[in-house]
């Protein structure tokens, strides 16, 4: 990784661009120190402190902790990304949206500008919901129509300022930019991660067991980084062979080829789904505040649904929701695998340019036998990230660890985006050498 940044920035054309997507996070960095007028900045902070809720926790790792310090970025890009899923879908549901989709550069074009249109809303629902729902509760240092307006005006143009930022980075810069804002995000929040495991395994410890403490976090840590690489590059192989047909006077065809499937085909979605789920309830209690009975039938269930709650010793009945969290998981997995690759599709087209996996007949039992396959990669993909997405809780529970934004869901958006933007930051650097080749 180090040497193909090296290596860029001997390069003039992606120097620049490095340079520009550096200038562009400064500004994402400023602009999420900079509070809402009218807004006690540590509402959040002590309000979810006093609750011991995890429901906010990943949503506020995503906004680098601006949400938290009610910065005009608190919403951050999120809008924009629950848009994009969104849109996703609709493509899928909506035949025009999916033919607008076939339509090449224009049809793309025109889903972003409405994928635009949906993040401008999402983000003025949100900040009219927070504004309103915990205006009253001490978020607003006064209470009323003109407070309100100011907030919710400024979270809105805020998220609308960082979805344009990522939109420059991806014209300008290296990489998808929403990925890299997303990234830059999760990652400012790591000191204050490490701080926290300092205060809960080394503190006051004796130099020996400080040491060990830190080898064991360390470790573990990286375990987790190569098991998440390992699942993000792992892919299914089905050989392909293409039959050989005459064209005018040759004969062409005749190569080989293979269908890569991918262990982890849906990503992050599922658990980004899941944890949606399952926090949406703890979430919407939250506007009651001390009107919720924990003691009620009702209340024990949004205990349950919480993860903070879960491996804790002394209350293993919580652990139950973790086990329709990993449920979730695995549904959604196969869920958003099956509306992003279509066995029959592929099977079919195969069978236009005469291809065909060999021992398999053409058609339906190409389609039969790539549904059994992708089956079981996804269910190891899911459980995969299951895996990941667990051990930090498991940790949290079991040693008493107070939140932490560094979690699973966090490391693989990490590991995938800097897969991503180094292999275009490669793909750039190959193109220039190709260009140079050429030219003499």
Not at 209 to 220: C, K, L, N, R, T
Request: glycine residues 8%; aromatic residues 10%.
């Amino acid at each position: 990784m180090l040497k193909t940044l090296r290596n860029a920035f001997k390069i003039k054309d992606i120097r620049k661009k490095l340079l520009y997507t550096f200038a562009m996070l400064v500004v994402i960095r400023i602009g999420s120190q900079l509070p809402i007028p009218g807004v006690e900045t540590a509402f959040f902070k002590d309000f979810f402190a006093q609750q011991n809720n995890d429901a906010f926790g990943f949503f506020n790792a995503m906004t680098g902790s601006s949400f938290t310090n009610m910065s005009v970025f608190a919403l951050s890009i999120t809008p924009y990304i629950t848009s994009s899923i969104i849109m996703q879908l609709l493509t899928i549901a909506i035949p025009k949206l999916e033919e607008m989709q076939r339509d090449g550069e224009d049809g793309r074009k025109k889903i972003a500008e409405y994928t635009r249109y949906v993040t401008v809303a999402l983000a003025l629902i949100e900040s009219i919901a927070m504004a309103v729902g915990f205006g009253g509760q001490g978020l607003l240092s006064e209470f009323n129509a003109i407070s309100v307006i100011i907030a919710v005006v400024t979270m809105t143009a805020g998220s609308a300022l960082l979805m344009w930022i990522g939109e420059r980075i991806t014209e300008n810069g290296v990489g998808n930019g929403i990925s890299i804002v997303l990234l830059f995000n999760i990652i400012s929040s790591l000191p204050s991660d490490a701080s926290t495991l300092y205060t809960r395994f080394m503190s006051g410890k004796s130099v020996a067991v400080s040491a060990v403490a830190a080898i064991i976090i360390v470790a573990i840590v990286i375990a987790i980084v190569v098991f998440v690489v390992v699942l993000q590059d792992g892919e299914r192989r089905i050989p392909v062979q293409y039959s050989k047909k005459m064209q005018g006077r040759k004969m062409v065809g005749g190569q080989s080829s293979n269908i890569p499937l991918k262990v982890n085909t849906a990503g992050v979605i599922p658990v980004i789904f899941a944890s949606s789920i399952m926090s949406f309830p703890v979430v919407i209690a939250q506007f009651f505040g001390s009107r919720i009975n924990y003691d009620s039938i009702g209340g024990h269930i949004l205990l349950m649904l919480n993860s903070s709650n879960w491996f804790k010793p002394e209350r293993p009945v919580y652990s139950i929701g973790m086990v329709v969290y990993i449920a979730l998981i695995i549904v959604f997995a196969y869920f958003y695998t099956s509306i992003t690759f279509n066995p029959l599709e592929v099977a079919n087209n195969m069978k236009k340019s005469g291809g065909f996996i060999p021992g398999i007949r053409p058609g339906k039992p190409t389609s039969d036998y790539l549904n059994s396959i992708l089956n079981y990669v996804v269910f190891i993909g899911a459980c995969g990230l299951t895996v990941i997405c667990i051990i930090p809780i498991m940790v949290s529970g079991l040693f008493n660890v107070s939140r932490l934004s560094f979690g699973g869901t966090s490391l693989i958006i990490i590991v995938s985006v800097v897969l991503e933007t180094l292999k275009a930051i490669e793909s750039q650097m190959l193109v220039r050498y190709y260009k140079g080749f050429l030219n003499d």
